[in-house]
């Protein structure tokens, strides 16, 4: 039911375009209108509120939704790497995400959407996705014995499809483009529990987890910046929503910049942020953030500006170069976690990562995790602009899950 009086102390459900409230149903992904929805802003913790003896995400759990559960599902995701490393032209702290239990940062929303889900009796679930989301939500529908299927477009990377089968989830190939496979699952979603990464609001519970995670990670400080890829901008939201409730709470003096890259072959929200038109669409090798228009694009231009932040379109050369230079530093990273990476000299040119400042670069998943564009790039055969992309990547697609 639609909310009438938000001023209460309990959390709820806000559409943020419109302003209208509901309650807290995990069940609830969207508006009556069709708008993105998000879980009000929750009190944040102090240091004292982090429960130290829980090894996962979890243990930032009185920041979480009480309507997660007793049990949460959980596989041990977060409390992943923070490493130094010199690079282009001064210190970053790169966070390795691909430690999380699927190899992506994916599973982070997935423990709190599942957790979520399950504690509201969900047995059965559909998701649409074309890569790390679906195998992220396979695995966690799977922990919490909810029977989870995946919709794909023609074209899924068969690495990912065959992680989320070993899952045990059932995998439906849709005809057509990415757009087609969402269109499919928001058709089907009348009948069954919807759990789409993109658009839960538990989702992003999860991914703000990282900024918490940040905090604690540097002595309960906020870094100055933090350098993330997006496709759907997940982890950008995620980190305005956390940042955003410890500067509340007293806990950080202010919202660290929050710096986005995304390859110049695909960059709506680049575009948005700076106030130009879109560029024409092409393939890119970051195929995880191929999505021509984020359905939550407004909120994610709004963050980046909360923060004082900045956006760079990023060559595929630079992509590709740079994946190149983190798997020779040791880092093995999916070329779309290595556009982050590659957009640190563009940030530094403009004066947004400055000497002195601690800087997080977000490396969103493992090269594992997607094969062929990996040896393509590997191999010399990835020399073009969007070499070894995956297919459906290019501008008739709209594909991708949105690396972050």
């Not at 509120?49 to 997660?68: H, K, Q």
């Not at 074309?130 to 919709?151: C, H, M, Q, R």
């Not at 950080?252 to 680049?270: F, G, K, N, S």
Request: hydrophobic letters at 40%; one cysteine or more.
């Amino acid at each position: 039911m639609e909310r009438q009086d938000p001023r209460g102390t309990s959390p709820y459900l806000v559409d943020a375009r419109s302003g209208r409230t509901y309650d807290l149903d995990p069940l609830r992904w969207r508006g009556e209108d069709g708008a993105p929805l998000t879980v009000s802003p929750l009190p944040g913790l102090t240091p004292s509120g982090v429960d130290t003896g829980t090894r996962s995400l979890w243990r930032y759990r009185a920041a979480l939704p009480a309507v997660c559960g007793e049990r949460p599902v959980s596989l041990g995701e977060g409390r992943t790497p923070l490493i130094e490393r010199a690079w282009d032209g001064g210190q970053v702290l790169f966070k390795l995400e691909w430690f999380s239990p699927t190899g992506s940062f994916k599973d982070r929303g997935s423990s709190v959407m599942i957790s979520a889900l399950a504690a509201g009796g969900v047995r059965e679930a559909i998701e649409d996705s074309s890569g790390n989301g679906g195998s992220s939500v396979a695995a966690y529908g799977a922990a919490a014995g909810i029977g989870v299927t995946i919709l794909v477009p023609e074209g899924t990377s068969p690495a990912k499809v065959l992680q989320t089968r070993a899952y045990g989830a059932a995998v439906e190939t849709v005809p057509g483009s990415r757009d087609e496979t969402a269109a499919e699952a928001l058709r089907r979603s009348a009948g069954t529990c919807y759990a789409g990464h993109n658009w839960h609001p538990f989702f992003l519970q999860g991914t703000k987890t990282l900024a918490y995670e940040l905090w604690e990670d540097l002595g309960f400080q906020a870094p100055d910046a933090v350098v993330t890829v997006a496709g759907a901008g997940s982890i950008v939201l995620g980190c305005d929503l956390g940042f955003s409730e410890l500067l509340t709470a007293g806990q950080i003096p202010r919202l660290p910049r929050l710096l986005v890259a995304q390859p110049a072959a695909c960059a709506p929200l680049h575009a948005a942020f700076q106030g130009t038109p879109t560029p024409a669409f092409g393939p890119t090798i970051a195929e995880g953030t191929a999505i021509r228009e984020p359905v939550r694009k407004p909120e994610v231009v709004d963050a980046i500006r909360r923060s004082g932040g900045d956006t760079v379109a990023v060559p595929e050369e630079a992509i590709m170069a740079a994946a190149r230079r983190l798997a020779a530093s040791g880092l093995y990273a999916e070329p779309t976690s290595a556009t982050a990476a590659a957009a640190v000299a563009l940030f530094r040119e403009r004066g947004a990562i400055r000497d002195g400042e601690t800087t997080v670069v977000v490396l969103t998943g493992s090269g594992l995790k997607a094969p062929a564009a990996t040896d393509r790039l590997f191999s010399g055969t990835g020399t073009g602009a969007g070499a070894g992309a995956g297919a459906g990547a290019g501008a008739g697609a709209a594909a991708g899950d949105g690396a972050a």
